[in-house]
């Protein structure tokens, strides 16, 4: 139970988040004393830089409050993001794993996936966690995969965006109950944003429209910015809700420009890392909480249960995903819009809403939604 409280107390440090509940269903045992507790060797790599305000420094403030709180010891090896620098990724990964020092050894994302089963196949004594990750989930019984609920975080983005689109009162709000989303590549992962955007949008207003569209890759911010100014100034979308990566703050420019939008961020709290004129035109952000899956993993490893071999998805419950409500949120959201919110929260966590997933075998049911709902 003292590492359950510790974890709540480092999730309201890393994020603002609202409606956040205890651990997994599988809720840890009591550990021992501290001083009986195992002392983990860790190996986090990056494949890019620390810095990116995103999931890699996400990932970074979870291990950093293990480490200060004397459960892991930790070495970070910022290994490069560009095309250039991918070899390394390879390659570090074979000698981190060849010393055999670390208990476990960490990394994230898309990239990773390929490098990390060729290694893992190799060394089938290490221990290692992929964040955010299920390309080769259950080949390896060495390897965690840690997902995430997007889905549950796009229904709790698109119960707020649908409240705000129909307040009228509120600064750069028209009367057209249109919303906006850019998403990245039109794939299962960023679908399931999509979808719960949708069925949250939809159970506040059946009239909502919301207009998406896809960049293909998470770098370009013109083509973000085009489809953001088309969406405003074409269909009167008022907010759009940017799931692209850093190709999706495009679209905060194009609320920016235009001046009669908002702009949603993702994975991140992007109205901290913003410039001051973008971040006065970002209501919130959806976030995926890295570091707090992180710590989830060492409370439920001391209380002796593992996952190797799984791939473990967290959601609200979790603290695995939340949304941040401070700031603009709390300046511009009217109580009634925080009520439903906080309702739409609470009934994922009560299970009496089941929000419709992309992943698996939705494809077309979501394809059918998404043509149905456009402006």
Known sequence: MKN???????????????GCGGNNANEPAANSSESDKKVYNVAYLVNGNLGDKSFFDSAAAGLQTLEKDGRITLK??????????????????YEVSETGEYDLI??????????LK???TEYPDQKYAIFDDNTYAGDNNNVLNLTYKQNEL????????????????????????????????????????????????????????????????????????????????????????????NAGNGAAEAALEKGSAW???????????FSADLAAITLTSGLKNVGNSLIWVFDEWDAGKEYWGQEVTLGLKDNGVGVVTDKNFDKYASQETKDKV????????????EVPTALGNASKDLETLRESVRP
């Open 4 to 18: 359950f409280l510790k974890a709540a107390l480092v999730a309201s440090m890393l994020a603002p988040l609202v």
């Open 342 to 353: 906080n309702a739409a929260i609470q009934d994922v966590l009560d299970g009496k809403v």
């Open 263 to 273: 702009f949603i961020g993702v994975d991140s709290d992007q109205e901290s890392t």
């Open 154 to 245: 796009g229904y709790i983005i698109g119960t707020f965006a649908a409240s705000m689109t129909t307040d009228t009162s509120v600064d750069r709000i028209n009367p057209d109950k249109v919303i906006g989303f850019v998403g990245g590549i039109d794939s299962p992962v960023i679908n399931d944003f999509l979808y719960g955007y949708i069925a949250g949008a939809q159970n506040v207003d059946p009239d909502i429209k919301v207009d998406t569209r896809y960049t293909n890759d998470y770098v370009d911010t013109a083509i973000a910015k085009e489809y953001g100014l088309s969406m405003i100034g074409d269909n009167k979308a008022d907010i759009i809700w940017g799931v692209a990566g």
């Open 76 to 93: 970070t090896i910022e290994m490069g993001g560009t095309d250039a620098d991918k070899p390394r990724w390879l390659s570090t990964l």
């Open 106 to 115: 960490i990394c994230g994302t898309y990239q990773m996936p390929d490098f």
């Open 118 to 120: 060729e290694v893992a």
